[in-house]
């Protein structure tokens, strides 16, 4: 059964599993509420008919309030495919038996294929022993797996692996919100799942006007995912008819390329070549962290690099502000397909770099990335920004970054007669020949422009421990 979350399914190993049980749980505001009301709603838009009981002393009124504010909410559902109901009164005054017997011929009347219940808690400290609680699920379990109904118990508080609860369902899934320095960061995780093969781990979620977006881990989302793209020895021009003729002609396509360099080497302006190379047949995309889409054309207009129109090029900007390593990678791999790109300019990777709170995990989160891209037979290059002249050790974000990728080209900038030149150098370049020289570069009013090799003296300038190398 879909929950109506494309995020949660997939964790979910495509949603919960219809008649089974399941325990929602999480600390007040961690999202229980919208979670079940958003798979509500869903439901119902899909013309099911769900319960939704609460143990509030109030009206539901406040709920709705809430709830309004959101994209999946429609009032029209309320009453008729989405029937809410208190049974407060009744658990003061009658206890858990009255309960079970109310959601029973609830449920029935109904017709309903989905039952929340909000307010585990409450229940359960109504309870003398774990017996009756044992008692109490299994009684609502059995009833509404007779009828071919899907419950969800929330419940305000993290139950230990031994309760009698846990024991008693087919699956828990724990929502919380934890601090990482001044930052929140929202994770799920299925606790527990009965005969489904989900995703284990945490897990990122945000919740927002549309309601929850679930992000799985992108290295075990897609740890056996291929996309079936077949390796091809076809070129794909940098957008530079000098650069192409030190690579035999541009990047093997659906390779991955590193431009590493300091600051104002000329890594952005070999995007703009390559991305201006976009057409019909190859759309191109810049992913960026650090420059607004207008500026983005701005520079590309005053170096003379004609960007090509939508939807042959596209640029998707992300500011560097509280951005998330999950979100990114999907958000990425989402537009690659929609928009059919097949050339990717990725400016830069410390935009990655800031936006993953466990920095341990960046090699397998960028090479099960890059592993996608290859798949979805999309060329890439990415740059990495070096503080300093860079020798041929070149680690990237992380120590195994010359494994992840497939070329490395080296941008530098060395100080001669009181004034900077700039070179570049390509360093490797997996299953193909280059030109190991190392090259002058200008960045002209027509964009990088490439001069003559560097002489002998001039290569003991760039690095002495580079030397052998060019």
């Not at 000098?242 to 590493?260: C, K, N, R, W, Y």
């Not at 929609?338 to 341990?360: N, S, V």
Request: glycine share 10%.
């Amino acid at each position: 059964m879909s929950s109506g979350i494309e995020g949660l399914d997939r964790v979910l190993d495509g949603g919960f599993i219809e008649g089974a049980s399941y325990i929602v749980q999480g600390r007040p505001g961690a999202g229980k509420t919208i979670l079940s009301n958003q798979v509500a709603f869903a439901r119902a838009a899909a013309g099911a008919k769900v319960l939704y009981v609460t143990l509030l002393a109030e009206t539901h009124e406040r709920l709705f309030q809430a709830l309004s504010t959101l994209d999946f909410y429609d009032g029209e559902k309320v009453g008729q495919h989405i029937v809410y109901l208190s049974v407060f009164q009744a658990l003061r005054d009658e206890g858990l038996g009255a309960i079970v017997k109310l959601l029973r011929n609830e449920t029935k009347r109904h017709g309903a294929t989905l039952l929340v219940f909000d307010g585990l808690l409450n229940a359960r400290d109504r309870a003398d022993t774990d017996l009756d609680v044992k008692t109490f699920v299994a009684e609502i379990q059995s009833q509404a797996a007779f009828v071919g109904c899907t419950v969800l118990f929330l419940t305000s508080t993290r139950l230990e692996d031994s309760s009698p609860e846990h024991t008693m369902v087919d699956g828990v899934i724990d929502l919380s919100d934890d601090l990482f320095g001044v930052r929140t960061m929202r994770r799920l995780q299925v606790r527990k799942s009965r005969g489904t093969g989900a995703l284990g781990g945490l897990h990122q979620f945000e919740i927002s006007g549309k309601g929850i977006t679930v992000y799985p881990r992108l290295e075990q989302a897609y740890a056996l995912s291929t996309e079936g793209s077949e390796p091809s020895d076809k070129r794909i021009s940098t957008g530079c008819a000098d650069i192409d003729l030190l690579i035999e002609g541009g990047f093997p396509s659906g390779s991955v390329t590193l431009l590493a360099g300091p600051a104002g080497s000329g890594k952005t302006t070999f995007g703009l070549h390559f991305l201006s190379q976009g057409s019909p047949q190859e759309p191109a995309l810049h992913f960026g962290f650090f420059e607004t889409p207008a500026r983005l054309r701005m520079k590309a207009s005053k170096l003379g690099i004609h960007l090509p129109p939508e939807p042959s090029f596209n640029i998707v900007w992300n500011p560097i502000a509280e951005n998330w390593l999950d979100k990114l990678g999907h958000q990425l791999l989402d537009r690659v397909r929609e928009l059919k790109i097949r050339r990717l300019f990725i400016d830069g990777l410390g935009g990655f770099e800031r936006a993953a709170i466990q920095r341990e995990r960046l090699t397998e989160f960028l090479s099960t990335l890059a592993n996608q891209l290859r798949e979805l037979g999309v060329t890439t290059v990415l740059t990495w920004e070096l503080s300093e002249i860079p020798t041929t050790a070149v680690t990237g974000p992380t120590s195994q970054m010359s494994a992840i990728i497939d070329n490395l080209i080296l941008f530098r900038q060395l100080e001669k007669d009181h004034d900077l030149e700039r070179t570049i150098a390509v360093q490797k370049m997996r299953d193909s020949h280059f030109v190991t020289t190392t090259r002058k570069l200008d960045i002209t009013d027509k964009g990088l422009a490439i001069g003559d090799r560097l002489s002998s003296r001039e290569r003991s300038g760039v690095t002495a421990n580079n030397s052998d190398k060019v």
